[in-house]
């Protein structure tokens, strides 16, 4: 059964630091890795989607990795800024329209 | 602008009483997802529907209903049945394909069982 792990559970840094986020899972058959942003007592929003084909995908600030053998995946945000301030949760899907959710990252920046 | 629309936003219910939680999307996407979201824990899916008149039980079924009549609706009913229906729901919409693919969400309801 695919078990996905986010640690830690709560970062906090200073403003202009580079940082990086982890997810791991338990089971490497996978079709894609989903990353999201939660901003509170909102809905999510998807920052990046990397197939089970690719090794990385970038947007902006964002660059997200996946090493399927390892079971690991990365979000770096690079510069941050206060307004990055949010739940990140990374998804796994498996198929079947099943995603295996992380419980997510919360992560203050701080001014 | 596209996307999914979801009411109420705040919702307090009586135990005993069903509430219907709504959600509507212009995005033209065939794939329908209700989640559920606890303090600390991973989103769980309640159910999903990849069609039009057509929808399959997730992991936590148990006490809710749906259905599927238009594509762009999927209204979630949130039955007395459920034990602890106290949480923050979510809809969530993609394009039907081989996987899952990208996921958009609404901003969420909030029930509060009194």
């Known amino acids: 059964k695919q078990e996905v792990t986010q640690i830690p559970a709560a970062l906090s840094v200073p403003e202009g630091e580079n940082l990086v986020l982890n997810c791991s899972f338990t089971d490497s058959a996978i079709y894609n890795l989903q990353w999201f942003r939660q901003d509170p007592g909102k809905g999510l929003t998807s920052l990046l989607l990397?197939?089970?084909s690719q090794r990385e995908q970038t947007s902006g600030r964002l660059n997200a990795s996946l090493d399927k053998s390892s079971g690991r995946s990365t979000l770096y945000i690079a510069a941050s800024q206060p307004g990055d301030s949010a739940t990140y949760l990374c998804a796994v899907d498996g198929g079947n329209y099943q995603l295996i959710w992380g419980a997510g990252t919360k992560l203050i920046i701080k001014p | 602008d596209g996307g999914i629309t979801q009411s109420p936003k705040y919702l307090f219910r009586k135990e005993g009483q069903n509430v219907t939680l709504s959600c509507e999307q212009n995005?033209?996407?065939?794939?329908m997802y209700w989640y559920r979201q606890d303090p600390g824990q991973g989103l769980r899916l309640i159910y999903y529907s990849q069609i039009v008149n057509d929808f399959q039980k997730g992991d936590i079924a148990e006490g809710y209903s749906v259905s599927r009549e238009k594509k762009e609706s999927f209204p979630l009913t949130v039955t007395s049945a459920q034990k602890n229906p106290t949480a923050f729901y979510l809809c969530?919409?993609?394009?039907?394909?081989?996987?899952?693919?990208?996921?958009?969400f609404g901003e969420g309801s909030r029930l509060t069982v009194l």
């Open positions: 995005l033209n996407h065939d794939a």
């Open positions: 969530a919409s993609s394009q039907q394909g081989a996987d899952t693919g990208e996921l958009f």
């Open positions: 990397i197939q089970s």
